[in-house]
């Protein structure tokens, strides 16, 4: 069943429903439009846990007279970061996540119990795509068109609407398309391609001097700042040139969740961070990607073998390391999907012309 929230349903309530049906974010249902209105006009855009908590820590800070995250995050990490997560409702996507955000602690209790977190609405900091709620699917849209948005047009997951009721039936994530790929694996069509390696398919697209990382001694909000600014959903944590972990967007949940992590949120390294949020899932017998270790692959390995990893475990990138372990790059899911598929010149016509790429929020 898929979860809409309602464009005035308080934070709180935001927040106790992701949590009830653990997903990490959920369309935005506009509660002024008519019974009979287009998808278009039924909903708002989307909200997110991620954006959720960065949204209360600002605002906490504002109302006590400290501006930690004014100095330390980007302006746009405020208030609405909502776009930054991604990810979806699938039944997929609800299954592999690392659990449900969940009230605890006496810091988080005492910033939910405040008024502007009871009184905010959820429409206050939904996001949107120019003149649309979202960029969505129909069903009667190719299998092309569907690849196409969630490789070269950077989305992470793509709506799917029903023109006749205006309202979602189903949300495609890359993850569902990198699942199939797996599933697809002893096709005959797939082991041609699959058999190839990463460096004759060009993997990775993004070298060494490129990829946005962080060091292990560096706080972790520059982790999260870093990820806002340029529009990613992870990076690696470094030591030296080696990556050690990776952090996720969706990890800034646990900056609130974790008891021995949000007393120090302000300060924790990124080293620490990812020790805390392991023995904290560990301690709740919680699975997550944080819990796997470092996932890693050889420029020398099949697209195959690289495929079966990212579905296995689950997660959304893998960092390519030399013998030595050193960082070479790293591989997304959408630079996976981006190698099976080629955009016919005016397949678009010039929608996109101008649009590509957006700030966070955009109501253009």
């Known amino acids: ?33 008519p019974e009979d209105a287009s ?22 800070e504002k109302n006590d007279g400290s501006d930690v995250f004014s100095s330390t995050l980007d302006n746009s990490l405020r208030p609405a970061v909502v776009a930054a997560a991604g990810g979806m409702s699938s039944p997929r996507y609800r299954s592999s996540q690392p659990g449900s955000p969940k009230t605890a602690g006496n810091f988080f209790e ?15 900091i939904s996001g949107s795509f120019r003149w649309a709620p979202f960029l969505a699917l129909q069903t009667s849209n190719s299998f092309l068109t569907m690849l196409l948005l969630l ?48 460096c004759e398919l060009g993997l990775p697209l993004m070298n060494t001097s490129e990829v946005i990382k962080v060091d292990e001694d560096e706080p972790v909000l520059q982790a999260f700042r870093l990820m806002r600014q340029k529009g990613i959903g992870g990076l690696p944590v470094v030591n030296g040139n080696k990556p050690v972990a990776n952090i996720s967007i969706r990890d800034i949940q646990f900056l609130l969740i974790a008891p021995e992590i949000y007393k120090d949120y302000r300060s924790i390294t ?23 270790g470092m996932i890693t692959c050889r420029k020398d390995d099949t697209l195959k073998e690289v495929i079966l990893k990212l579905d296995s475990k689950e997660i959304h990138r893998i960092y390519v390391v030399d013998e030595e372990g050193d960082l070479e790059g790293v591989i997304t899911l959408r630079d996976i999907i981006s190698r099976i598929v080629h955009e016919p010149r005016g397949y678009f016509g010039d929608f996109f012309d101008g649009v590509l790429p957006l700030p966070a929020n955009s109501r253009v």
Not at 110 to 124: A, E, G, R
Not at 270 to 292: D, G
């Open 1 to 33: 069943m898929l979860i809409e929230i309602k464009s005035d349903a308080s934070l709180g309530e935001a927040v106790r429903l992701l949590s009830q049906n653990k997903i990490l974010s959920a369309p935005v249902v506009n509660v002024d439009a």
């Open 39 to 60: 998808w278009i006009d039924r909903y708002l855009g989307m909200v997110e846990f991620a954006g959720i908590v960065v949204w209360i820590l600002h605002q906490s």
């Open 110 to 124: 005492l910033l939910t119990s405040s008024d502007f977190y009871k009184n905010t609405k959820v429409k206050d």
């Open 151 to 198: 490789s070269k047009y950077r989305m992470k997951s793509v709506p799917v609407v029903d023109p006749d009721d205006g309202k979602i039936h189903n949300i495609i994530t890359q993850s569902a398309v990198i699942h199939m790929l797996e599933e697809c694996a002893d096709l005959q069509w797939f082991k041609s391609w699959g058999s190839k390696k990463l």
């Open 270 to 292: 990124a080293k620490n961070f990812v020790t805390s949020v392991k023995r904290y899932l560990e301690e709740n017998k919680k699975a997550s990607p944080l819990v796997s």
